[in-house]
Every structure is written in C-alpha cells, then in structure tokens.
C-alpha cells in the first residue's frame, strides 16, 4: 500500500463561501441540456467534491460498444466544474478552461461514477483533479483521470 | 502576418496505407451511439484530416445554453481520432490514449466543425491535433483546440 | 498537402500594445537563471511569436544522451510564454498556469529550436501552441508540440 | 475533511517485476546529465512511487528569482518515469509520450519535493500522476499537479 501522494499539512481544507452552494449547483446542473440528454445524474455535492453517475446507453457508445469517451469526459469535467463551483461565492458562475484526460481502460459497466474535487481553490482559476469509474457487477474499475483548469466568472 | 511555424522541410505528408480508409472511417462513425445522439455528420476524411460538424440544438448545451464543452470536445477528439485512422493499415482500429483541450471562446453558432489532423504519425501511437469553430452568420472563430494522443489496436 | 486548419476568416492577426514589447520580453529573458544556465538563446521576437534555440550540450541529457524531455519542454514553454508577453500591455508580466506536452521524436540534433505563438490573446489568459525541432545537419524534424494557458499578473 | 477519491476496491496494488527495480532506477537517473546540473537528488524509490528533490539555487531561476517551472516540471516529470520504470520487467527502458502540468503556487522555498506515481500500469502504457511541494521553514505546500503518459520501450 503507497503512502497517499498528499501529506497531511499540504492536504487543503475547503469550506463554502455560499450557503446555498448545494442549491445553486443541482440548479446549474439540471439547466445543461446535454447532462439531461445523456442521462447523468447528481449523487453527491459537498464543498470542493461533486459526484455525478451515467448509467450505460446505446446512444451513448463509441463504435465498440463501449461507453464513448467524450461522454466519460463530460461526466468528469463537469462534476470538476461544479466543484470548483461549490467553493466561489454567490454571484459567480464558472467555466472549463481546459482540461486534460487519460482513458485507462474500457468503459464497460453498468453505469459510469465521476468524482470531481478541487485541487487547488483560487480567487481566478481553481484546479481540479477528477476520475471515473466504470460499476460492473458492483465492482469499481478505474476507468478515466483528469485534471482541468476552471476559471470564475461573473453570473 | 505570421509566418507558418511548421517549415517546409519539417511538414509531414500523409498517404493513404489501406485504400479503403475512406469507407472505413465512415462506417466506423456511423457505428458511435453517441454521434447520431449528438447529431453530428462527418464532411470530409482526406488522409491524415479529418472534419465533422455539430448543429445547434438545445439539448446539447450547457447551463447558459451555449453548445457544451463536452460535446464540442467530443467532435475535435473524434475528428482526430478517424485523421489517425485514415492513416492506418486495414485490420486496425484507433483508441484515445489522452487529449488536452482548451476552450478559447463561447460555443455560439448554428453549427460547429471540428477539423482533426496528424501532427506525427507512429506504428504505435499516433499524435493529432484539431480545433473546433463555432459558425454564426456564415463566419467561423476559433472556440477550442485539441491535442491528443491516439493508439493503434487490432480489431 | 493538406489545407491549412486555421481558414483565413478565422486567424487571428497580432498587434502589440506595448511599443517596447521586444526589450521588455528580452530583458525578462535574461533574468531567467534557467535559461542561463541551460544555454538557451533568444532569436526572435515579434508580436505573438517567440523563437529560442538551444545548442547540444552533455549537462541537458536524459538517460540516452538526448536532450532531456525537460530542456525541450522548457524551451517550448518559455517562447510560448514571451509570445503571450509580446502582446500584454506596459505593466504586466505573465506566469505558466499551465501546458501539455508531446514528445514527437527523440532530441537529437545540434539544436534544439523552439517556436511559441498565440493561439487566442485574452485580457487575463492567453492560449499558446508551440513546436520544437531537433536541427541535425540542418535539416529540421519536430519533436514536441506543446499546448499551454499563460495568466497576466501585474508587474 | 474530504473522504479518499480512490476507493478501496478501486486502488491499485502495485509490486515489482524486476527484483532488482532500484538499482536500476538509480543507475539511470545518474546517467541524466539535466539532474546532475539541476542539482536534483532521488530520495525514494518503491514500487510504483518515486520522489526527487531539488534544493533552491540561483541557476535554476525564471525571472522572478523563483524556481522556474520547468525545473519544477522537470524533477515531477522524472519522478513520474521512474515510478514507470519500477514497475517494468528487467530488459525495459521508458520514455515520457506526454505529460501536462498545473502550476498552483509559486516555487518559492529552500527546496522541491517531487513524489510521482503510477495510476495505471500496463504493458504498453502507463499513467503516473505526480505533484510538486514547495518546503518553506519546514512546512510543505502543493506547487505543481503533473499527469502522464509513458512508454515502455526495450533497453
């Protein structure tokens, strides 16, 4: 077993700056049409993590028959965004400014799990770090890691 | 005016190794769930370039009603990834290792185009690059851009 | 030979604020103790695109004796970021909030040249692409192609 | 306090091939004459995790006389590598296909701390992640989040 990578005094705490956080997250989320379209769903938001789940589709494959990858990486950039969301004040909104995965394996399963959470917490970008995992037979499989960058704008 | 950054003499030439890649590409596309989901078409396959497109519709959109990154990503990633196998032997299939997009401007337009191409094309791994314009009244501008890294599988 | 990716409609012309872009961006240069120190040297200079070189030398090789995947990368990210600089007003420095990196080809040559320039000029973030070619008998053969976001910071 | 992004089930258990990892491991990153003249030191080898560190010195500087970037990038990037390397059979070198980094804070402190480690290993491919800590007066704090790509190729 490694040792975990974050050392316990460079391990950030995160605290939100707006209470409705919660509240004004799941209401971003359900105004995205593409989330509705590909059937992701919101599991869990806390301050600085987001879990989003996508159970498996056909109109949601690559030519395998396998999960598409785009659809995988929609999952993870968005729970990163509203991570990084969770933390801004009221009156701000956010934005990918990029972002940066690996597919590490098939995305075979039931459905897909994203976690997103906050890296690093700015007052201009916020940093994320976010993965996937694919659920077969109640078995996690890592399937995606991403890193992206998200920047706070005015709303 | 810029001049080109990549010289003559450092410029790839890409040919064709299966001369039925056109056909190949083709139904490879039309087999991903996921692009007859979103409604995208692919427009050209040459060897080693590859262009899609994306129309506006609403529900591929994100939180303010612009074309989501997501779905702008997944025509960029997918153009490059059919630009890597245009290239390929018959008897092999291309994967996304990773890519790297940064979103640059709104994705505002009645339609989206995604150009993919080779930057350097290996036996194992294949590197592309592609950008993604939004077209609104008849002009195109530059709203992502895309580097990624693709790997030959037999399929 | 391929078209290229960027329509003309959609290239962004370059024109700097600051008269004195190019001894502002110089004398940065020259206060770069790395730069120093690996030997890398300032050829060119114009709006929104920089040109550094980097002669071979034994103290900035990998395991083979190439040049290190971290000198290339160094170069690269460095002429992409004096390229975002050549554009910012009087006033302002610019930090690396970020880059990707692909490693084309092995370093082998007698040097390394690196070319940076911008992609998309914001009020705070500013995209760059960026190449690198190992000149060798001096022909040019590229070996890594960078991506990276640059931040505008008062100075 | 946020629980583990990794699950239990889904994390990794890495072990060696090659009984003899480090000693490999060291004789490598001795060959690299970019460390020696960084002044880098490899402070731990296990299987699947690697950590450098670099102390503060002028020559290794951007313009802001804090350590540039690129030495950052440079040691997480070679800690990343050598976690590869520890986990490949003996007869097996690696080389970096890519990697992208973050920058979060500026690198001001006596010295780095550059822990990289595998993902995801596989036959071809692995994915490291690694991250870069500044130590200021004994305390550390997240300067860099590093992911990437490596190849295993024969030695």
């Given at each position: 077993m490694l040792p975990p990578i974050l050392t316990e005094n460079a391990m950030e705490k995160f605290a939100a700056q707006d209470p409705d956080f919660e509240a004004k997250v799941r209401a971003?989320?359900?105004?995205q049409g593409l989330m509705t379209n590909l059937g992701?769903?919101?599991?869990?938001?806390?301050?600085g993590e987001v879990?989003?789940?996508?159970?498996?589709?056909?109109?949601?494959?690559?030519?395998?028959?396998?999960?598409?990858?785009a659809a995988v990486a929609a999952i993870?950039?968005?729970?990163?965004?509203?991570?990084?969301l969770s933390l801004l004040p009221a009156g701000f909104d956010v934005v990918t400014v990029e972002y940066k995965v690996n597919f590490v394996a098939p995305a075979v399963g039931e459905k897909m799990i994203a976690r997103g959470r906050v890296t690093k917490a700015g007052r201009t970008l916020t940093v994320c770090s976010g993965d996937c995992y694919a659920v077969r037979d109640g078995r996690e499989k890592l399937i995606a890691t991403l890193q992206a960058?998200?920047?706070a704008v005015q709303s």
């Open positions: 971003s989320f359900a105004r992701a769903k919101m599991v869990q938001v806390t301050p879990v989003l789940e996508l159970p498996y589709r056909d109109d949601i494959t690559q030519q395998q028959s396998f999960v598409h990858g993870v950039d968005t729970a990163c965004g509203y991570s990084a960058t998200m920047m």
